[in-house]
């Protein structure tokens, strides 16, 4: 807890400490501006097109009509907020004894914090989802609604993936439930705080790196931007939609799918006038699961299987143990490297 940007002097002394400050050559440099597709999730017609085309082209896209109210959506990041400006005693009481297998934690730029070159100006809750019912107990009980809120929002989040991975399944010509199994066996909810910088330039919120999971699905305030991705050799900033929802393609759709969809590589920058807080919701298959292209896909025209069979977790230790750019670790696994 001592570490948490949210409780430090940092931002009363609006200083920057020397182990937030990037090299050089990790700064921000010149941006532009890209349009990511917003793809209505009612239009059943359309959709699936829609998705695939944006996967293929930029691996990330906006959904909307997707299910999930704007109370919900309002109720969650409105208790999310307000948990980081609780006292420190009471935000400390989320790291319990009890909670031996990390369900639930709030911390500091990243779980290798002690190691990392640098820090990352964020503060992560981070909560494990699957199975529900047995990991909620670990989650916060101040404010006294958020288990109950954040709990429905997590129910409404499976069901929201599970109805895009369908599109996918049929965009990519499997079955429409080839997603409903290990492949998605593990949810995680990662709320990212990221409060004001004095000086942007210097800092990040979150380093260029390609997400391990199948997919990502953000909820980011349209008001205050933050996530950039990369593209044709350049960084680019975009606007998210009002009451929209991002869906990154991760690593493990790119190996399942045997190259036809592609993870985006991004990264968050920080924010000089205005603090950012984001939910991300991680669909990922269960440790134990063998990921490979899907036999289907891999059989079809002369290239055969892009990627080597791995076991999850294994692909997992390396991501979450890399401190520097993460973006080229799925090549590791190429057939054709």
């Not at 085309?53 to 109210?69: E, M, P, R, T, W």
Request: with cysteine; proline share 6%.
């Amino acid at each position: 807890m001592a570490n948490l940007l949210s409780t430090s002097v940092i931002i009363a002394n609006r200083e920057i400490p020397q182990k937030y400050v990037l090299p050089p050559d990790k700064r921000t440099g010149h941006v532009g501006k890209i349009e990511i597709p917003i793809i209505d999730l009612n239009d059943e017609k359309n959709s699936i097109q829609h998705i695939m085309k944006a996967s293929q082209d930029l691996g990330l896209f906006q959904v909307i009509n997707h299910g999930i109210s704007n109370e919900l959506m309002n109720d969650a990041m409105n208790v999310f907020k307000e948990v980081f400006d609780l006292p420190p005693e009471e935000r400390s009481k989320i790291n319990m004894k009890e909670d031996l297998k990390n369900i639930c934690r709030i911390y500091s730029s990243s779980y290798n914090y002690d190691t990392e070159e640098f820090h990352f100006w964020r503060d992560i809750l981070r909560h494990i989802c699957s199975p529900l019912e047995e990991c909620i107990k670990f989650w916060p009980q101040n404010p006294k609604n958020y288990r109950e809120i954040v709990g429905a929002y997590v129910v409404a989040l499976k069901g929201m993936g599970m109805k895009i991975l369908e599109n996918i399944s049929q965009g990519l010509g499997l079955e429409k439930n080839y997603f409903a199994n290990e492949l998605t066996e593990d949810n995680i909810l990662t709320i990212n705080h990221y409060p004001i910088c004095p000086d942007p330039s210097l800092t990040i919120g979150l380093p260029k790196h390609k997400d391990p999971t199948l997919i990502n699905i953000v909820q980011a305030p349209a008001d205050v931007p933050g996530l950039q991705l990369f593209k044709d050799g350049q960084w680019f900033s975009f606007e998210t939609a009002p009451n929209a929802f991002l869906v990154f393609v991760g690593n493990q759709l790119e190996v399942v799918s045997n190259g036809k969809m592609k993870g985006v590589v991004h990264r968050v920058v920080t924010n000089s006038n205005n603090a950012r807080t984001t939910a991300v919701f991680f669909v990922s298959p269960s440790m134990e699961c063998i990921v490979k292209p899907a036999k289907a896909l891999s059989e079809a025209g002369d290239c055969g299987p892009l990627y080597k069979a791995f076991r999850y977790k294994d692909y997992f230790n390396i991501h979450t143990g890399h401190d520097g750019d993460r973006d080229a670790i799925l090549e590791t696994y190429n057939f054709k490297i």
